[in-house]
């Protein structure tokens, strides 16, 4: 599908040194230096360089030189040796000579008998081939050492005038050659001898004619083996006139160029393989008096060298591109004929030339004719392509008058008009028509060409003639034109790329403007021979975009570059409009990216080079969307917009290949639901095996949900419904398995419903059946499409499938006459059977026992390939069974107890201890077991069975209350003492109507077991509410720490020895409490000198750490990351670092081990430990005052200056101070350093905290313990 299209055209003339006799005959390219070296008729050598191509001169500069020779020798053979930098003649005497350019020295180094008749160095550069006036082929090396001679014998005079040296530098032995050749003149005559080897090697094209045949010559491919490839004819059949001058292979063995001798005029032919078929692709034509020859450059493959004998030289550049219309449509042109394909209806390939076609509703095709000519084709509406395939039709050529020169540039501007590039004076326009070449204008000029057809259109044909053309206006250009792109933004316009990257705009009847783009004028950095517009859609205004691609594969966008590695783009809307929403870029590393417009518009796309190469260890992490081309050099010719969503790739074999992204399907699909093409977007899911989620997803379940009365009509298929319906799951497949796939922006266009909450599978399926009953006449397909729906819901609804299937079944054992009704459903059989295809059969086996229906039941485990054995004695034994019996055990078997209680209950009193087993066995039942049991000794069993549960379960607080519910006091005051309620013991002991004996017995227990619970608190109540133990109740107090209270009842008692009591024991607490408060400071100190010390070796081993990573930063990505990793391993002071790393290379086994070591020994700081800072700074905190030690202290403090020990509670309470002080500034010392990168002695001093601590937070709660009245100053 490429189309070698002439993008540029330059010529100049050589300024000749001799006579008007003089002629150009030779001609040779030096690569290093970019210079063509021509030898003349009178032995003149000219040497220009390829950049004076640039200059708008029409003469060239050139470096003139002469070669001596003898009167009446002249040089027959020229070429430039690359390795002696000079060039080497061969003369019609047999003079080898060398000449030295630069110095302009020229060496005879050999005499050849019988003169030079042609010479081929080799591509190797080591070996010279030349045939000499004898026939004789010789071979010979650079030194001039004679290799290999042999004759030529058997050769028809004159036909010996060329060699060619195959790629290995070898040419064909003499034997070879001979046979070979004899091989070949047995059926067909070669024509003057016309060879030439493919630069690869691979084959050698020759020129013949069939002894038999006086037609066309031809051209014959050959292996290496002398073996015949293929061939091809160079003209129509029968037509004699047409000869060969020469053959050329460019230097991608990919285009061959020959010089053929028509009747009248000379042309230069362009043949391209494909398909395996040679297609002609150019003909430029030039006058015989010209002399025209050509030779390609042999760095750039697409660029061609002519010149002629008047000393005319051209530089031909070509480019590959593509004539693919919006609607898929491919215009070919091979030689004469134009091949139309659709490719959206055909993917057939047939090669294609450059064609141009108007962007109306009718499809109009414009070609330019190597003769000069214009010729246009109207085609009828594609959908009567079908009747017109493999039918020819002759087109003929247009009318005009005015000259149009030579087209290099052409594009519909409307559905009458034509822009053009057309170029004139040069020798081609010399072969042109009579109109053209009837024309004073030289120079490039811009021209609008108005076209008209003077014949009725006729439906469904093609119209071939009648056209006419005219030129209405005409632009001169100062500099070349390299591209014409239409703009769809605006009316009769065109954006035009000159040489150089410029870019302006043209408009009809109003020329050349600037062309301007929203954010300032547009223009390319480089030359760019591929360019297309697309209009797009910038927040709700439509605006072109222009896209450039240079010979480099830079793509750039409104002048900014974008992709510095693209071998080919297009674009693809997903609308019936022009407006492109996707730019479809394909890299050199066959990589295709789709890439959103809106993106490229707000940059999001990155417009660099990042983003279009691929990371192979990063690709899973890639958001980006692309596809890896299989074919290598393969090159987007095209694509199917809307919802056919394809891009159409041509390989290098020629052969066409469709590809179906899956960002662009995703797109159609969004693009169908949006408009609420349902059925579209079905079909373009199950056609490219997209998840069936995606139409629910898309817009959320809760926007489909009110559309899918809408959805089922559309469909209108219901075996597409239940594909529809079995694909459903509980999952958002736009966040999980699309993820990478963006549909944001296209979800807030139409609905505004998406929603994580509810059951979506149940909600769409329930949606989807009542659109099925409500619209969708009875049938069949119908029903089973609705059990579908239940059966797949979630959870699944089978006992409602069964009732329907129930229904059909007692319907078919009544006999209905009814046939209309037992048509529209289908049988029970075949429903049950599709009901067990969609569920597990256990599970309906069990749904149909729920049921209560044996005969269902039965069916169910007959249809599912069940063994009667296994359960037809269960169905009989359930079928002797009372109904209440049976529906309890089936209850039991499908664990549906609530069930089986309601049924065991009313089953009646026989099966009261069934019932007690039932809730015994599932606790869970006694709340209803208590609702549905009436008698009352009955129900006084369900509460002491349910106290003794909760008693085995060890909550005896609720046991003892159910105990109470029933009048069990005995088991109710056990419960309460296994509890520790002593509360509750002693108030059931009144219910039971205890003695004072017993009671104070009672007491005298619960008392030693509260006590030795550790709640001295509570016994000292019991010792002195029901014991009277006054002195017992007051050490209990004492235990508790409860000084006031033990202080209380001492004086309420005035008894001495228990106010003395009282206080020997708090002075001995509160002297107690002072050495453990002042132990606790030296610990404070401890702690956090060890802390600064491990936190100041941190930082400087970080700061350490830091230096030595900078050493790093210049080496590679893996040995950085290895480095890194292995310093990171080292650190014992980066918490998390050795952690990570650890988790990286151990099992998840010994990690858990770990982690319960550390558990164990989390009580010890170990030193040296990556723990160890954060440890100590924790310690520290844990060594707060707790608020109950707080309360404790305080209590003490007033019991001391009661019994008037004012000096004890003055030290007690100044050393506690102390201490909360010193642990308050170490802990605030310790944060502030933790977030500090450095520990300044002087700034992080621990007296400067103490003093601060002490003058600020006195006043705080953490410090109302105190009395005021020792607070010191």
């Given at each position: ?46 040497a220009l360089h390829l950049s004076s191509f640039q200059s708008a001169k029409k003469n060239l500069p050139v470096e003139v ?881 349910w106290a003794d549960h909760l008693t085995d379960e060890k909550r005896f607080e609720d046991a003892a209350t159910t105990y ?30 205890l003695s004072k004996d017993e009671i104070l017995k009672l007491a005298y227990e619960l008392c030693e077991e509260v006590n ?262």
């Amino acid at each position: 599908m490429k189309n070698l299209k002439l993008f540029s055209e330059v010529s100049q003339n050589i300024q000749l040194h001799s006579t008007e006799d003089e002629v150009v005959q030779f001609a040779a390219y030096d690569i290093d230096q970019s210079r063509f070296f021509f030898a003349s008729s009178p032995n003149f050598v000219y040497a220009l360089h390829l950049s004076s191509f640039q200059s708008a001169k029409k003469n060239l500069p050139v470096e003139v030189c002469s070669i001596d020779l003898e009167a009446g020798d002249f040089i027959t053979a020229f070429d430039y040796l690359a390795e002696k930098e000079s060039l080497l003649i061969g003369t019609s005497r047999g003079l080898l000579l060398v000449h030295e350019v630069d110095s302009s020295v020229t060496e005879l180094v050999g005499n050849i008998e019988g003169g030079v008749k042609c010479l081929s160095p080799s591509p190797t550069g080591d070996l010279l081939g030349l045939i000499t006036g004898f026939g004789q082929l010789l071979v010979m090396t650079y030194d001039w050492v004679l290799m290999y001679e042999r004759a030529i014998s058997e050769i028809p005079e004159g036909e010996a005038d060329d060699v060619s040296v195959n790629c290995e530098g070898l040419p064909f032995p003499g034997e070879v050659m001979e046979s070979t050749l004899r091989r070949w003149v047995r059926n067909k005559r070669f024509h003057e001898g016309i060879l030439e080897w493919m630069p690869s090697g691979a084959k050698i094209a020759a020129v013949y004619k069939k002894k038999s045949d006086d037609g066309c010559p031809s051209v014959a491919f050959f292996e290496r083996n002398g073996l015949e490839r293929s061939s091809f004819s160079t003209g129509e059949p029968g037509d004699a006139n047409v000869s060969f001058e020469s053959l050329k292979w460019n230097s991608a063995s990919d285009l061959l160029a020959g010089v053929v001798s028509c009747k009248t005029h000379d042309a230069i032919r362009v043949w391209f393989f494909s398909n395996n078929h040679w297609y002609l692709k150019q003909e430029i034509r030039y006058p015989k008096e010209a002399g025209v020859m050509v030779m390609w450059d042999p760095t750039k493959p697409t660029q061609l060298i002519c010149w002629t004998q008047a000393g005319q030289v051209t530089v031909c550049n070509f480019m590959w591109v593509t004539a693919v219309m919006e609607d898929s449509t491919a215009f070919v042109v091979d030689n004469s004929k134009i091949l139309v394909t659709p490719l959206s209806l055909s993917l057939m390939p047939p090669p294609m030339d450059i064609a141009y076609y108007s962007r109306n509703s009718k499809s109009c095709l414009a070609v330019f004719l190597s003769d000069g000519n214009l010729s246009f084709v109207e085609f009828p509406a594609r959908s009567t392509w079908e009747e017109l395939e493999g039918r020819d039709f002759n087109v003929e050529v247009s009318e005009y008058k005015t000259a149009l020169g030579s087209v290099i540039h052409l594009l519909w501007l409307d559905v009458h008009s034509l822009l053009c590039v057309s170029a004139y004076g040069s020798s081609q326009n010399k072969c042109i028509s009579s109109a053209s070449s009837e024309t004073e204008l030289h120079g490039s000029y811009v021209q609008e060409v108005e076209v008209v057809c003077y014949e009725d259109h006729v439906p469904d044909q093609v119209t071939c003639s009648g056209f006419g053309a005219s030129v209405t206006s005409q632009t001169p250009l100062e500099s070349p034109v390299i591209a014409l792109a239409w703009n769809p933004s605006k009316r009769d316009s065109a954006f035009v790329e000159f040489e150089g990257g410029k870019v302006l705009s043209y408009a009809s009847r109003s020329g050349f403007m600037e062309a301007r783009i929203s954010d300032g004028s547009v223009g390319f950095p480089s030359t760019c021979p591929w360019v297309r517009v697309a209009q797009v859609d910038a927040g709700g205004v439509q605006k072109p975009l222009i896209c450039g691609l240079d010979d480099m594969g830079r793509l750039y966008i409104n002048g900014k570059s974008l992709c510095n590695n693209c071998s080919s783009f297009s674009f693809y809307s997903e609308l019936d409009n022009e407006v492109v929403t996707h730019l479809i870029i394909l890299t050199k590393q066959d990589f295709l990216f789709i890439v959103d417009t809106e993106d490229v518009l707000q940059g999001e796309a990155a417009l660099g080079n990042v983003y279009f190469v691929i990371d192979g260890r990063k690709r899973d992490e890639e958001v980006m969307s692309y596809v890896n081309v299989w074919e290598k050099g393969a090159k987007v010719i095209g694509v199917l917009n809307g919802d056919e969503a394809a891009v159409v790739l041509q390989t290098m074999r020629g052969n066409l290949e469709i590809i179906y992204p899956r960002k662009l399907v995703l797109s159609s699909i969004t693009n169908a639901l949006s408009q609420q093409r349902f059925k579209d977007a079905l079909n373009l899911v199950r056609r490219h095996r997209i998840d069936f989620n995606v139409i629910v997803d898309v817009y959320g379940w809760q926007s489909f949900l009110q559309s899918a009365v809408e959805f089922v009509e559309q469909v209108n298929n219901l075996n597409h419904v239940t594909e529809f319906v079995c694909a459903m799951k509980n999952e958002d497949v736009t966040e999980t398995l699309y993820k990478k796939f963006s549909f944001s922006k296209k979800r807030d266009k139409v609905f505004q419903g998406k929603d994580l909450s509810g059951n979506k599978v149940s909600s769409v399926l329930q949606a989807i059946r009542k659109a099925l009953e409500e619209h969708i006449p009875e049938s069949p397909s119908r029903e089973l499409c609705i059990l579908t729906t239940l059966a797949r819901s979630d959870p699944p609804a089978i006992e409602e499938s069964l009732m329907r299937i129930k229904s059909v079944r007692e319907m078919e054992l009544l006999n209905s006459s009814d046939d209309s009704r037992k048509k529209s459903r289908p049988s029970a059989e075949e429903a049950l059977k599709h009901l067990l295809w969609l569920l597990d059969s256990e599970a309906v086996f069990e749904a149909a026992l729920g049921l209560y229906d044996l005969n269902l039941a039965a069916i169910v485990a007959l249809n599912s390939q069940r063994d009667p054995k296994e359960f037809l004695p269960y169905l009989q034994e359930l079928e002797r069974m009372s109904e209440p019996l049976m529906h309890f055990n089936i209850d039991l078997k499908l664990k549906r107890f609530d069930s089986a209680l309601k049924n065991i209950v009313s089953a009646g009193d026989d099966y009261f201890p069934d019932c007690m087993n039932l809730m015994k066995k599932n606790p869970q039942l006694f709340p209803l077991g208590l609702q549905l049991v009436t008698d009352t000794e009955k129900k006084q069993a369900v509460l002491e069975a349910w106290a003794d549960h909760l008693t085995d379960e060890k909550r005896f607080e609720d046991a003892a209350t159910t105990y109470l519910c029933c009048f069990n006091l005995e088991k109710a005051s056990k419960a309460y003492r296994e509890c520790g309620d002593w509360s509750g013991v002693l108030r059931v002991g009144a219910l039971m109507k205890l003695s004072k004996d017993e009671i104070l017995k009672l007491a005298y227990e619960l008392c030693e077991e509260v006590n030795a619970l550790g709640k001295p608190g509570e016994a000292a109540k019991i010792a002195l509410e029901y014991c009277g133990d006054i002195s017992g109740g007051v050490n209990l107090l004492i235990n508790a720490r409860e000084w006031e209270e033990a202080l209380r009842v001492a004086f309420l008692h005035t008894e001495d020895g228990l106010i003395s009591v009282v206080k020997s024991s708090a002075l001995e607490c509160a002297s107690g409490l002072v050495s453990e408060f002042k132990d606790s400071i030296e610990k404070v100190g401890k702690y956090l000198t060890r802390y600064l010390a491990v936190r100041q070796r941190r930082l400087l081993l970080a700061a350490k750490l830091k230096s030595e990573e900078r050493s790093v930063i210049d080496l590679d990505d893996d040995t950085a990351s290895e480095a890194s990793s292995n310093l990171s391993g080292m650190s014992a002071y980066t918490l998390g670092t050795r952690r990570g790393s650890a988790a990286s290379v151990t099992s998840s086994t010994a990690t858990k081990a770990r982690d319960l070591r550390r558990q164990r020994k989390s009580g010890k700081i170990r030193a040296g430990s990556a723990g160890e800072e954060m440890a100590l700074v924790d310690h520290l905190k844990g060594m707060r005052m707790t608020e109950g030690g707080k309360r404790e202290l305080k209590s003490l403090l007033i019991c001391l200056v009661t019994l008037g020990e004012k000096e004890a509670a003055h030290k007690l309470q100044q050393t506690a101070e102390n201490f909360q002080v010193a642990q308050v500034a170490a802990v605030e010392l310790a944060d502030d350093t933790v977030s500090s990168e450095s520990v300044d002695e002087e700034v992080y001093s621990f007296e400067r905290y103490v003093q601060k601590t002490r003058s600020t937070a006195r006043g705080s709660d953490a410090f109302s313990w105190m009395l005021k009245v020792f607070v010191s100053p």
